[in-house]
């Protein structure tokens, strides 16, 4: 398999030294300000879900409107774009990339590749406090004058800016000033994460040796690294065009029979900027999805991940094409229409490093020992989900295909089976397989799968019929459709019935609320492996790992993450620090 | 087992849901019948690739599930068959790119002699232009826009003067002749989208754009904006109205230019 690096002695050279580590003195430094990654990834963990709770009851309020149009009297237009722009905005940035990267980076990172903590625990403490401040400034939006942004999660200029939109006087500012924040704070955490992945690994930790979930989070953070920049810098310009009158992307315009000062700016140059961060985006999400969901099936399914190395080629293929197919969001924007050769052409050739993926994680599959529990329907529920919304990427990313859907509710669909409820499914699947090294409780079962099982099949039944409507030609981001004769009337009843499955899912969740809070006390002790696990997280003396993870001791690693079911071994798992065994050959 | 088999499951629902639900795209009204055909082409590749991936994930699942004693088998990878995989995707991918992208050369180059229209945007209406009979468009600036000019044509332009101009949202066109829509927008982004022609593009501030069609029946179809523009976006709403001949010369015959629309306002 991998490269062999155990010496005569059966032991791998040293690779770091162990480091000193900062001590806590007071419950306020250990568990507020914390410097302990841990604890940092909790906060952010929490941090992300509470913001999230608000985008999805704002994904309440979109689906009302959608279904029982002017039915509900405080849902007008204003309060409907700055409820899509909000929810679009918090669900990407605010909850999905701060609780993968942020949350599970920050818990799973040095566990996993046997660190006592990041390598610059004081700026990932900051990078959490900036973080909750520019979550803080973007809630704040709801407070101020015209509410919060309404220009939609985009964007887009010169409407962004104008008067014609919602939350013009305070809100766009607000928004661009949180966004800023976030960049500053992710930059800091990302670094750490990069950093600590190259130099804080263990001895024995090769690169080839790291869980999948190390390498989607690193390969998410180093692509963040690389697209954050061009929403940084579309921000602080878009901010100028709107504070200060300068004109990076507004040319000379007349709005509502007024000119306006502006002349020259360019509106595609902002997309390009946008979407340069926005579509690495998807994959920031998705890498460490991928990463965690491998870890989860081949755990619970009791068999080595299938074809390893592949897996690690796909995600760096992957997070290097997709900085290269951003142009696929702009087929119908008005650029240079011969650039869609160049990026159909990308676009669908990620779908060869991708489509691997999911080969792979179905052969895991194939001859395994599958065990049902909670983590592993979560996997499953993501596998489906994700080939169904990877596969309409395929519509969407063929240019002439793109044409007539792009803007439509087949994007909206689209987009929320592959990067809304697959990257979520992932998460819930996490929690409930980590529960046990956070707490040292067990999360109940048959509340996790009754969990699963509505949130699943009601996303489901959320989002895919939504394609067909997409396929009528209904577009996205329409307040209300009025009369439209080329719509069925049977639209309204599918519509109603969305909404519903929505209200159904979004309730749902109330049962894990319940379960996560429950099991703190009540749950079944967890010891300090429950699943039987080989990964090194699941290795440490203390559960929960107590301050510097490991003890006395860091550990040493004598083969990959996967040894399960291996030939000759006693037990079906063989942990990543257990010396090597009497005729095993090295992996 | 229950969990492979809800799987499953939901495979087959997808399909039905497919093949019996009542919501088709509308019926074609131009000549983008082959952006309809690569649609088709996809589906069927797609859908076999999801229908094959989840049902072969269903039977692992049953075949596979934990039974006492059941131990699995130590795997790590097997070149040939992740070749052999990859290699099909690669195939099917090449199958979906090659005809979209040769489609999309002739989407992006409206043949010789198509008779030319603009389409304007304006937070939150649709105007158009037709170059009369001189058959050139005058040229504009947004420094002309005034009430009396909406459009910003400039007064100084004399191939401006026989423009038409049409400021009620209602564009007509005649059927069967190739149609290249030049689009402009005076204040934001805005998108001219009718489902029954598939074609649209968006209108930017600052730029030209266009697409063009063949538009193949005659009828009534609904113009929308699909860039969100604000807050009346969804208000902003224009019709298309595909002519026979003599039914458009009349309409044609009823438009007014940019000189007679000048002449009065100034009384
Ligand atoms: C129960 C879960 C969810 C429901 C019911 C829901 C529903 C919706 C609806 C109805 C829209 C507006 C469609 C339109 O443009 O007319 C929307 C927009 C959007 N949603 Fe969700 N959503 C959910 C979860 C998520 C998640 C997890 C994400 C994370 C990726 C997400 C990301 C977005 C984005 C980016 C937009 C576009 C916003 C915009 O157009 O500015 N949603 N959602
Ligand atoms: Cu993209
Ligand atoms: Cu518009």
């Given at each position: 398999?991998?490269?062999?690096?155990?010496?005569?002695?059966?032991?791998?050279?040293?690779?770091?030294?162990?480091?000193?580590?900062?001590?806590?003195?007071?419950?306020?430094?250990?568990?507020?300000?914390?410097?302990?990654?841990?604890?940092?990834?909790?906060?952010?963990?929490?941090?992300?879900?509470?913001?999230?709770?608000?985008?999805?009851v704002?994904?309440?309020?979109?689906?009302?409107?959608?279904?029982?149009?002017?039915?509900?009297?405080?849902?007008?237009?204003?309060?409907?774009?700055?409820?899509?722009?909000?929810?679009?905005?918090?669900?990407?940035?605010?909850?999905?990339?701060?609780?993968?990267?942020?949350?599970?980076?920050?818990?799973?990172?040095?566990?996993?590749?046997?660190?006592?903590?990041?390598?610059?625990?004081?700026?990932?403490?900051?990078?959490?406090?900036?973080?909750?401040?520019?979550?803080?400034?973007?809630?704040?939006?709801?407070?101020?004058?015209?509410?919060?942004?309404g220009?939609?999660?985009?964007?887009?200029?010169?409407?962004?800016?104008?008067?014609?939109?919602?939350?013009?006087?305070?809100?766009?500012?607000?928004?661009?000033?949180?966004?800023?924040?976030?960049?500053?704070?992710?930059?800091?955490?990302?670094?750490?994460?990069?950093v600590?992945?190259?130099?804080?690994?263990?001895?024995?930790?090769?690169?080839?040796?790291?869980?999948l979930?190390?390498w989607?989070?690193?390969?998410?953070?180093?692509?963040?690294?690389?697209?954050?920049?061009?929403l940084?810098?579309?921000?602080?310009?878009?901010?100028?065009?709107?504070?200060?009158?300068?004109?990076?992307f507004?040319?000379?315009?007349?709005?509502?029979?007024?000119?306006?000062?502006?002349?020259?700016?360019?509106?595609?140059?902002?997309?390009?900027?946008?979407?340069?961060?926005?579509?690495?985006?998807?994959?920031?999400?998705a890498?460490?999805?991928?990463?965690?969901?491998?870890?989860?099936?081949?755990?619970?399914?009791?068999?080595?991940?299938?074809?390893?190395?592949?897996?690690?080629?796909a995600?760096?293929?992957?997070?290097?094409?997709?900085?290269?197919?951003?142009?696929?969001?702009?087929?119908?924007?008005?650029?240079?229409?011969l650039?869609?050769?160049?990026?159909?052409?990308?676009?669908?050739?990620?779908?060869?490093?991708?489509?691997?993926?999911?080969?792979?994680?179905?052969?895991?599959?194939?001859?395994?020992?599958?065990?049902?529990?909670?983590?592993?329907?979560f996997?499953?529920?993501?596998?489906i989900?994700?080939?169904?919304?990877?596969?309409?990427g395929?519509?969407?990313?063929?240019?002439?295909?793109?044409?007539?859907?792009?803007?439509?509710?087949?994007?909206?669909?689209?987009?929320?089976?592959?990067?809304?409820?697959?990257?979520?499914?992932?998460?819930?699947?996490?929690?409930?397989?980590?529960?046990?090294?956070?707490?040292?409780r067990?999360?109940?079962?048959?509340?996790?799968?009754?969990?699963?099982?509505?949130?699943?099949?009601?996303?489901?039944?959320?989002?895919?019929?939504?394609?067909?409507?997409?396929?009528?030609?209904?577009?996205?981001?329409?307040?209300?459709?009025?009369?439209t004769?080329?719509?069925?009337h049977?639209?309204?009843g599918?519509?109603?019935f969305?909404?519903v499955?929505?209200?159904?899912?979004?309730?749902?969740?109330?049962?894990?609320?319940?379960?996560?809070f429950?099991?703190?006390?009540?749950?079944?002790?967890?010891?300090?492996?429950?699943?039987?696990?080989?990964?090194?997280?699941?290795?440490?003396?203390?559960?929960?790992?107590?301050?510097?993870?490991?003890?006395?001791?860091?550990?040493?690693?004598?083969?990959?993450?996967?040894?399960?079911?291996?030939?000759?071994?006693?037990?079906?798992?063989?942990?990543?620090?257990?010396p090597?065994?009497?005729?095993?050959?090295?992996? | 087992?229950?969990?492979?088999?809800?799987?499953?499951?939901?495979?087959?629902a997808?399909?039905l849901?497919?093949?019996?639900?009542?919501?088709?795209?509308?019926?074609i009204?131009?000549?983008w019948?082959?952006?309809?055909?690569?649609?088709?082409?996809?589906?069927?590749?797609?859908s076999?690739?999801?229908?094959?991936?989840v049902?072969?994930?269903?039977?692992?699942?049953?075949?596979?599930?934990?039974q006492?004693?059941?131990?699995?088998?130590?795997?790590?990878?097997?070149?040939?068959?992740?070749l052999?995989?990859?290699?099909?995707?690669?195939?099917?991918?090449?199958l979906?790119?090659?005809?979209?992208?040769?489609?999309?050369?002739?989407?992006?180059?409206?043949?010789?002699?198509a008779?030319?229209?603009?389409?304007?945007?304006?937070?939150?209406?649709?105007s158009?232009?037709?170059?009369?009979?001189?058959?050139?468009?005058?040229?504009?600036?947004?420094?002309?826009?005034?009430?009396?000019?909406?459009?910003?044509?400039?007064?100084?332009?004399?191939?401006?003067?026989?423009?038409?101009?049409?400021?009620?949202?209602?564009?007509?066109?005649?059927?069967?002749?190739?149609?290249?829509?030049?689009?402009?927008?005076?204040?934001?982004?805005?998108?001219?989208?009718?489902?029954?022609?598939?074609?649209?593009?968006?209108?930017?501030?600052?730029?030209e754009?266009?697409f063009?069609f063949?538009?193949?029946?005659?009828?009534?179809?609904?113009?929308?904006?699909?860039?969100?523009?604000?807050?009346?976006?969804?208000q902003?709403?224009?019709?298309?109205?595909?002519?026979?001949?003599?039914?458009?010369?009349?309409w044609?015959?009823?438009?007014?230019?940019?000189?007679?629309?000048?002449?009065?306002?100034?009384?």
């Amino acid at each position: 398999m991998t490269d062999v690096s155990i010496e005569d002695d059966g032991v791998p050279s040293q690779e770091v030294e162990d480091v000193e580590l900062y001590h806590a003195t007071s419950w306020l430094t250990k568990y507020v300000f914390s410097q302990d990654a841990k604890v940092i990834a909790i906060q952010y963990a929490c941090t992300a879900i509470a913001i999230g709770l608000v985008a999805l009851v704002l994904s309440w309020l979109i689906r009302l409107q959608l279904a029982f149009p002017g039915a509900i009297p405080f849902i007008d237009a204003n309060v409907y774009y700055q409820a899509v722009t909000m929810h679009g905005m918090i669900m990407v940035v605010y909850m999905l990339t701060a609780i993968f990267l942020g949350g599970f980076g920050n818990y799973l990172i040095p566990l996993m590749i046997g660190a006592r903590d990041m390598v610059f625990p004081f700026v990932n403490m900051l990078s959490y406090w900036v973080y909750l401040l520019a979550t803080l400034i973007l809630a704040a939006s709801y407070f101020v004058p015209g509410g919060p942004s309404g220009a939609g999660w985009t964007l887009y200029p010169p409407q962004a800016i104008l008067t014609g939109t919602p939350g013009h006087e305070w809100g766009i500012i607000l928004m661009l000033a949180s966004l800023i924040l976030f960049i500053v704070g992710f930059t800091m955490g990302g670094l750490n994460y990069v950093v600590t992945v190259l130099q804080a690994r263990t001895r024995g930790m090769t690169l080839m040796r790291m869980p999948l979930t190390v390498w989607g989070i690193f390969t998410a953070a180093v692509m963040a690294l690389l697209a954050f920049p061009g929403l940084f810098v579309a921000c602080v310009m878009l901010l100028l065009d709107r504070t200060l009158g300068t004109s990076f992307f507004v040319p000379a315009i007349v709005e509502m029979g007024e000119r306006r000062d502006y002349s020259g700016g360019s509106p595609i140059l902002f997309q390009h900027l946008f979407w340069f961060f926005g579509h690495p985006e998807v994959y920031i999400v998705a890498l460490p999805a991928f990463g965690m969901v491998s870890d989860l099936i081949s755990v619970h399914a009791r068999k080595n991940i299938f074809g390893y190395r592949m897996m690690v080629w796909a995600i760096l293929a992957i997070g290097i094409l997709s900085m290269v197919v951003w142009g696929h969001h702009m087929y119908v924007s008005g650029m240079n229409p011969l650039f869609g050769f160049f990026f159909a052409v990308t676009t669908l050739a990620i779908a060869v490093p991708t489509a691997m993926k999911v080969y792979n994680w179905v052969v895991t599959l194939w001859r395994a020992d599958i065990h049902f529990t909670t983590p592993m329907l979560f996997a499953l529920g993501f596998l489906i989900t994700f080939v169904n919304g990877g596969i309409t990427g395929l519509y969407l990313g063929n240019v002439i295909v793109d044409v007539p859907l792009s803007a439509t509710l087949f994007v909206v669909a689209h987009f929320h089976m592959v990067m809304g409820i697959a990257p979520v499914l992932v998460i819930f699947g996490a929690i409930y397989h980590w529960y046990p090294k956070i707490t040292g409780r067990m999360m109940d079962e048959r509340l996790g799968k009754i969990h699963f099982w509505i949130t699943f099949l009601g996303a489901y039944a959320v989002f895919f019929p939504m394609h067909y409507l997409g396929l009528v030609g209904v577009p996205r981001r329409f307040y209300e459709m009025g009369e439209t004769a080329f719509v069925p009337h049977s639209a309204v009843g599918l519509n109603i019935f969305m909404t519903v499955m929505a209200l159904i899912v979004g309730f749902s969740q109330l049962i894990f609320f319940y379960n996560a809070f429950k099991s703190l006390k009540h749950g079944a002790l967890a010891g300090g492996n429950p699943w039987r696990a080989a990964s090194l997280e699941w290795q440490t003396p203390e559960t929960p790992p107590g301050h510097g993870n490991w003890g006395k001791q860091l550990p040493i690693v004598y083969r990959w993450p996967y040894g399960y079911s291996i030939p000759g071994a006693p037990d079906d798992f063989l942990p990543q620090n257990a010396p090597p065994q009497r005729g095993e050959h090295a992996t | 087992m229950l969990v492979a088999a809800i799987m499953a499951l939901v495979v087959v629902a997808s399909l039905l849901f497919h093949f019996l639900s009542p919501w088709r795209p509308t019926q074609i009204a131009s000549n983008w019948g082959f952006i309809d055909d690569t649609l088709a082409l996809t589906f069927i590749v797609t859908s076999i690739g999801f229908v094959a991936v989840v049902l072969f994930m269903s039977y692992c699942l049953y075949r596979f599930r934990h039974q006492p004693g059941r131990r699995s088998t130590y795997e790590p990878e097997n070149r040939r068959l992740e070749l052999l995989l990859g290699g099909i995707t690669t195939v099917a991918v090449i199958l979906l790119l090659a005809p979209g992208l040769s489609v999309w050369g002739r989407f992006i180059t409206p043949p010789e002699g198509a008779m030319e229209v603009e389409a304007v945007g304006a937070q939150w209406s649709w105007s158009f232009r037709l170059p009369g009979a001189d058959k050139h468009f005058g040229s504009t600036d947004v420094r002309f826009i005034d009430t009396a000019n909406a459009l910003g044509v400039n007064p100084a332009d004399p191939r401006g003067r026989d423009d038409l101009i049409v400021a009620n949202g209602e564009l007509h066109l005649p059927e069967g002749q190739p149609i290249k829509v030049l689009l402009r927008s005076i204040d934001v982004l805005h998108d001219f989208y009718v489902p029954e022609l598939r074609a649209k593009m968006d209108l930017v501030p600052g730029m030209e754009t266009y697409f063009w069609f063949t538009p193949t029946k005659t009828g009534q179809f609904e113009i929308l904006c699909v860039a969100y523009c604000g807050i009346g976006h969804p208000q902003m709403r224009g019709t298309l109205f595909i002519d026979s001949d003599s039914d458009y010369r009349k309409w044609l015959a009823a438009q007014k230019t940019f000189a007679q629309t000048r002449k009065a306002e100034a009384f």
